[in-house]
């Protein structure tokens, strides 16, 4: 079945300590990108890639990492997470001439 | 920022044709337009896009104008289930390093009973 999968869906930590927040897509797609989700601010976006290395600033990158070894995952990187970064976070993926992008089930983070 | 304006909220009775429009006077030649949908904080669902023709699927229809600046999106017969927030996003079909997918605040579409 295509897919995105994002793990965890959710996860409750404490500020500082570093957290990886995966993301995986199972049809070949060049393009990946991770969005966050605030209540009244919609969907914005952190990061994106195009393809394997070749990753770029959305509109919210502070404080965030990502990397894009291999084609199929993208994963976000928090090296020290603060209460502000508490969101819904959606991993997206699509071909980059394709008409749609698939996302992910979202993963639910909350820092204290 | 979202090249798109939407309506913050609308209403649709069970049933009727659901209507949703959007703006987006400052559309591009090679630019399509996309609708998504996101259902209680699940992941954003493709609905349907188009460039300039009127297209139809199983889930809904859209309707672009001739300037193609603004479209509509139609759910044929709206059910309980449609209750969603619905996105227009413009975009470029081919993607480049520069391109990037923007999504507006969207309208949330109630389906009453």
């Known amino acids: 079945e295509a897919q995105v999968t994002q793990n965890p869906r959710y996860l409750i930590t404490v500020t500082g300590k570093k957290l990886t927040v995966t993301c995986s897509q199972n049809?070949?797609?060049?393009?990946m990108s991770w969005y966050r989700q605030d209540p009244g601010l919609g969907l914005r976006q952190i990061y994106y890639s195009m393809n394997v290395e070749v990753t770029d600033k959305g509109d919210v990158p502070e404080g965030y990492k990502v990397s894009r070894k291999e084609k199929r995952n993208f994963p976000l990187i928090l090296e020290s997470p603060s209460p502000n970064q508490t969101s819904l976070y959606f991993c997206?993926?699509?071909?980059?001439?394709?008409?749609?992008?698939?996302f992910g089930q979202g993963t639910r983070l909350t820092v204290v | 920022d979202a090249k798109t304006t939407q309506p913050t909220s609308m209403d649709c009775a069970e049933g009727r044709a659901a209507n949703l429009p959007c703006n987006h006077s400052?559309?591009?030649?090679?630019?399509?337009v996309y609708w998504y949908r996101q259902i209680h904080s699940q992941g954003p669902q493709y609905i349907i896009h188009?460039?300039?023709n009127n297209e139809t699927n199983e889930m809904a229809s859209l309707i672009i104008t001739e300037d193609r600046k603004s479209s509509t999106l139609i759910l044929p017969h709206a059910t309980l289930r449609d209750t969603a927030v619905y996105y227009c996003i413009v975009r470029v079909q081919f993607m480049n390093r520069d391109d990037k997918i923007i999504f507006g605040k969207g309208t949330r579409l109630h389906i009453l009973p």
């Open positions: 997206a993926s699509g071909y980059r001439t394709n008409t749609e992008a698939f």
């Open positions: 049809m070949n797609h060049e393009y």
């Open positions: 400052t559309i591009s030649g090679n630019e399509y």
């Open positions: 188009g460039l300039k």
